[in-house]
């Protein structure tokens, strides 16, 4: 009789347990299907934001330590907007492939790593990003026009030089779309995106493509690491605007994330920062390094 009264006791406690952890994964699954993804940082204490592995002049390693750059200035105002603290954020360097996997994963609860769209033309007709299909799009927090990193003393003076020619589009750029409609009938470029900008520099610089495509601050920083390369500006190109990715569930970032937007610098002061962070970044790397806390290859 005692053996059966605990078998049947174990047994009552097992089935608890069961309806026990069956609770707590609907329980967990409510609050993300809620999307109270405010109420989760605040009980982490810290935002983890998704920057660049390396773009300057928006997110890389200082040559002095620590990450700087637009991207790591906006996600330290979300932080202050969000959790009251500028220093209540943790970065999570990210390579162009990475960026929707950290959304959709959890791992990062905001993207801002230079993600880019066009910005609309006369005619209105502006491209969606495809890598931000069922994502969120909070911005934009940057606009630039478009330019082209050539090698030096080899601008582009007609179209069609750039017919069969392999043209490196920046990761996360919309420049690959702007170069086509600018293009026109004109020339037909072969379009190509290398894994990361430094590499993209670096095949400009050996002939390997007759010139990156991408906004004017990032082709900037890049010329300022090989003497080789120069910028050039072609007002028929456009403009590209930068956007910040979210969850579609976490709506409760969205306000954060545009009033840090507003405190951003505008002007000849972001100007004058922009030209800093990219004079102050650190070399490149030969290659990307591997992510440790993502998957290295992703899509």
């Not at 109420?39 to 810290?46: D, L």
């Not at 950290?102 to 609860?109: L, Q, T």
């Not at 600018?182 to 670096?202: E, F, Y």
């Not at 994330?257 to 970044?281: D, E, N």
Request: positive net charge; hydrophobic residues 50%; charged residues 15%.
């Amino acid at each position: 009789m005692g053996r059966r009264l605990v078998s049947v006791t174990a047994l009552a406690a097992a089935g608890l347990a069961c309806v026990l952890l069956l609770l707590g994964v609907v329980l967990h699954r409510s609050v993300r299907a809620d999307g109270n993804v405010g109420a989760r940082i605040r009980q982490r204490g810290y935002l983890i934001a998704g920057v660049p592995l390396w773009l300057p002049p928006f997110g890389a390693p200082a040559r002095g330590g620590g990450w700087q750059g637009l991207d790591v200035t906006l996600a330290h105002a979300v932080a202050r907007a969000l959790l009251g603290s500028p220093v209540k954020v943790h970065f999570l360097p990210l390579l162009p492939g990475e960026r929707r996997w950290a959304v959709e994963s959890g791992a990062a609860d905001v993207v801002i790593a230079g993600f880019a769209s066009l910005v609309p033309t006369p005619d209105g007709a502006v491209p969606v990003p495809p890598s931000g299909a069922g994502l969120r799009l909070v911005g934009p927090y940057f606009s630039e026009p478009l330019a082209l990193l050539v090698r030096r003393g080899q601008p582009l003076r007609h179209w069609r030089q750039l017919d069969g020619r392999i043209v490196a589009v920046l990761p996360g750029s919309a420049g690959g779309d702007a170069l086509l409609r600018a293009a026109g009938q004109r020339a037909t470029p072969v379009l190509t995106q290398p894994s990361s900008a430094a590499l993209a520099a670096r095949g400009v610089a050996l002939g390997e493509y007759r010139a990156v495509v991408g906004g004017l601050a990032v082709c900037r920083a890049l010329a300022v690491y090989d003497p080789e390369l120069s910028v050039q500006t072609l007002p028929e190109l456009g403009r590209e605007a930068y956007w910040v990715l979210v969850a579609p569930a976490a709506s409760e970032l969205v306000d954060p994330v545009r009033r840090a937007i507003a405190t951003l610098p505008t002007g000849r002061t972001l100007q004058h920062l922009l030209a800093g962070w990219a004079a102050a970044a650190a070399q490149p790397p030969l290659s990307p390094p591997p992510v440790l806390t993502a998957p290295s290859r992703t899509t």
